[in-house]
T-cell receptor
Framework: GQQLNQSPQSMFIQEGEDVSMNCTSSSIFNTWLWYKQDPGEGPVLLIALYKAGELTSNGRLTAQFGITRKDSFLNISASIPSDVGIYFCAGSYLSSNTGKLIFGQGTTLQVKP | DADVTQTPRNRITKTGKRIMLECSQTKGHDRMYWYRQDPGLGLRLIYYSFDVKDINKGEISDGYSVSRQAQAKFSLSLESAIPNQTALYFC????FGTGKGEQYFGPGTRLTVT
């Protein structure tokens, strides 16, 4: 079946540093979504991407839909302590009409003040 | 008020017991999903429903059943709980009409089976 590989698995960075993480798929997608999960809470949608090559920002977050449609990237600039959490990528091939998402394993981010 | 709510938020139960987790949404979405989260494994789909009359198995449906009582309500049951069903369970919704596939999650239920 379809698989998503998300890397890195975890990151421990200094406040103020930039962060990059990515997801790669064995199949092409036409939707990429990025979520953040705080401890004890459900995932919250950060950015949605619908077109190959698309670059979208949400504050200090920027995500890109890879040209091959098999990958996506999330960057966080000037990290702050509240960026701590688990970041998930998710992909979907909507024309299958199932609406099902495939999730990456998550990147755990820790920020040292 | 939260758009997607789950009850209970925490539950401890014994092996062999039947347990039901409930999900309600006020977003007016037609599609609802149940996921399980285990450390290092991300989110895995248990069941999904496109409307009240449509129920579909996900990748890990064995040992689980669901009921879509109304468009706004989707419950997950463990008929006979076992310890390896200890996990975080999330309900999610999406709106087919937007054609965008975005899913919105509830706060989760932490289930422990002893």
């Amino acid at each position: 079946g379809q698989q998503l590989n998300q890397s890195p698995q975890s990151m421990f960075i200094q406040e103020g540093e930039d962060v990059s993480m990515n997801c790669t798929s064995s199949s092409i997608f036409n939707t990429w979504l990025w979520y953040k999960q705080d401890p004890g809470e459900g995932p919250v949608l950060l950015i949605a991407l619908y077109k190959a090559g698309e670059l979208t920002s949400n504050g200090r977050l920027t995500a890109q839909f890879g040209i091959t449609r098999k990958d996506s990237f999330l960057n966080i600039s000037a990290s702050i302590p509240s960026d701590v959490g688990i970041y998930f990528c998710a992909g979907s091939y909507l024309s299958s009409n199932t609406g099902k998402l495939i999730f990456g394993q998550g990147t755990t981010l820790q920020v040292k003040p | 008020d939260a758009d997607v709510t789950q009850t209970p938020r925490n539950r401890i139960t014994k092996t062999g017991k039947r347990i039901m987790l409930e999900c309600s949404q006020t977003k007016g979405h037609d599609r609802m999903y149940w996921y399980r989260q285990d450390p290092g494994l991300g989110l895995r789909l248990i069941y999904y429903s496109f409307d009240v009359k449509d129920i579909n198995k996900g990748e890990i449906s064995d040992g689980y059943s669901v009921s879509r009582q109304a468009q706004a309500k989707f419950s997950l049951s463990l008929e006979s709980a076992i310890p390896n069903q200890t996990a975080l369970y999330f309900c999610a919704t999406s709106d087919f009409g937007t054609g965008k596939g975005e899913q919105y999650f509830g706060p989760g239920t932490r289930l422990t089976v002893t």
